[in-house]
């Protein structure tokens, strides 16, 4: 038997579901993942659970959340002829205010897709003459790979390799959500995350909410034990943090990783698409390794702003739950996976994408 096929083992999610749907009464809960969110959505999970559960997507999704203002700085990042570019692959299509990094490459600027920040840092191994700017884009995740490629760079001189840190923190983004006038009874913490910073950063939910949080996996039965324990909390009135997740987070997290993101960065004001700026919900590079701080290195702070076009994509109403992507007038028909018009749509853990590819209904 394969690892996986004990978290999707058919019996095992049947029962789970039947159990489920027998609930007193219907419950609703937000998932913050992008990467729950794909999966709800391929195993049919929203209108098996239906209706005792109401399933909502919330702004798990790095890409998607990266506002227009940031894509433009590294639209004009990319437009210096002594810049490289490097960037994951689902950054490239994601539209700012006047174009998308792929529009940009395609005009000749030197936009170069990477797999991980050791690519970044070969690029500027290969290229001493550019400087090398990786576009920093994720949450808890990814941050720490960027602060072990960030004092690589140090240990190895590498004077042309620099970060736009774009990356942003999760549990700020909740507080946010559960603040707004979105009415939910509970929330499926996610799973990656989770891992890095520990189910306890979840606390403030039940203490200053009354709500209750579940860490998932990513399988079948990962969720529906996770959405099971949630809605057992709700009937029971007994709001709580439920670590379903036991064999990938801890109570207190990665701690090598919480340390090295701290020795780089520092917690600063993040602007999200759909939420707007958040305190405290964003990383800077700290001064100490501030020659590896585009932002300081291009005086990004002093770029000319840019009148956002108005798309008709409402793409920050899906990442703040207000609506779901079927309710926005361009998905499907102008907006789809191969003209996609929003982030939402672009990113593989874009909620408009996982509509669109396994047919959202409820």
Known sequence: MRYTDEFRNPETAGYLIEIIRHASKPVTIIEFCGGHTHAIMRYGLRSALAPAVRLLAGPGCPVCVTADSDIDAALWLAGRSDVVLATFGDMLRVPGSYG??????????????????????????????????????????????????????????????????????????????????????AVLGPGHVSSIIGWQAWEFMPREYGIACATAGFEPVDILLAIRSLVDAVHQQQPRVINTYQRGVTPAGNLVAQRMMASVFEVCPADWRGLGVLAESGLTIRARFERYDARKRFAIEQVPETVARNRGCRCGDVLAAVIEPDECPLFGTVCTPVRPLGPCMVSAEGTCAAFYRYGGTL
């Open 100 to 185: 998308s990094l792929q529009e940009a490459r395609a005009s000749g600027a030197r936009v170069e897709l990477v797999y991980s920040a050791l690519d970044a840092l070969a690029l500027a191994r290969e290229l001493p003459e550019m400087i090398i700017v990786l576009l920093g884009v994720g949450f808890e995740t990814t941050a720490p790979t960027i602060a072990a490629a960030i004092l690589q760079a140090e240990l190895e001189g590498l004077a042309n390799f620099t970060v736009l840190s774009l990356h942003k923190l999760t549990p700020p983004a909740m507080r946010a959500i559960l603040s707004s006038q979105v009415r939910v009874e």
